[in-house]
């Protein structure tokens, strides 16, 4: 499984972002698709995550209610709406593949190069 993450950038502070996960080669063979950052100095941080076949998600609760995972099983694509952004997602985000939709970044076997989104005060 190949991930290619792309839709990073410089917004400001209240604004919205859309990242993008173009997943290619076995996707089949992995129904977890999850969303995670690091920022300067931390570790990975769990965002969210879909089940490719059934569609249901889970969220951290630091995004709850402002970012929403959606995909495009046509497209093969990964989707991560950010709405309301604050100078906290600031981070490098990844888009990783796994067998199953866990908070965990052990879970995730297949990861995305990553893709930076500062958010300015």
């Known amino acids: 499984v190949q991930l290619q993450a792309s839709g990073g950038g410089l917004v400001q502070a209240g604004g919205s972002l859309r990242l993008s996960c173009a997943a290619s080669?076995?996707?089949?063979?992995?129904?977890?698709m999850g969303w995670f950052r690091q920022a300067p100095g931390k570790e990975h941080e769990f965002v969210g995550a879909i089940s490719w076949r059934g569609g249901s998600t889970s969220y951290a609760d630091s995004v709850k209610g402002r970012f929403t995972i959606s995909r495009d099983g046509a497209k093969n694509t990964l989707y991560l709406q950010m709405n309301s952004l604050k100078p906290e997602d600031t981070a490098v985000y990844y888009c990783?593949?796994?067998?199953?939709?866990?908070?965990?970044?052990?879970?995730?076997?297949?990861w995305g190069q990553g893709t930076q989104v500062t958010v300015s005060s």
């Open positions: 080669g076995r996707t089949f063979s992995r129904d977890a």
């Open positions: 990783a593949a796994g067998r199953l939709r866990t908070a965990g970044v052990s879970s995730y076997d297949y």
